[in-house]
């Protein structure tokens, strides 16, 4: 099982560099963040939810700035608060790599029966500790 939970870790990596080379697994974890919690967040908001370091997710933060793929502004309600949103660059790139993903598991999962599919995604979700509908 846990030969199996690897290989599918390292196939995510390897999948999201050839979708964009410039765009790791994780910046496009955390772009994908941003998009779903409508564009904009905290940086230890992420921190918390990925259960990163804070100092991670400031390196990826700064090479997302500097991709021009994100940027940060004050929070309208607290001017001490850095806020982070996506840029148009940040979100033409998310699309991008977001539909190459969804071919390459369309490829990929293209035999399976639905019924496999159904059992497939409820067993993520599961291991995902995530209820189904939500985030």
Not at 30 to 51: M, P, Q
Not at 75 to 84: A, T
Request: aromatic share 6%.
């Amino acid at each position: 099982m846990h030969r199996e939970l690897t290989t599918f870790a390292r196939r995510a990596r390897a999948s999201a560099s050839r979708m964009h080379p410039e765009l790791s697994l994780v910046s496009y974890t955390l772009l994908g963040h941003l998009e779903g919690s409508g564009g904009s967040t905290r940086a230890t908001d992420l921190a918390d939810h990925y259960a990163l370091d804070k100092s991670t997710v400031s390196r990826q933060v700064a090479a997302l700035e500097r991709a021009g793929l994100i940027e940060r502004r004050l929070d309208p309600g607290d001017h001490r608060v850095q806020v982070l949103y996506l840029t148009e660059a940040g979100t033409r790139i998310l699309a991008q790599v977001t539909e190459s993903r969804r071919e390459a598991f369309g490829e990929r999962l293209a035999g399976w029966p639905e019924e496999d599919l159904r059992r497939f995604a409820a067993y993520l979700l599961r291991y995902n500790n995530v209820e189904p509908g939500g985030r």
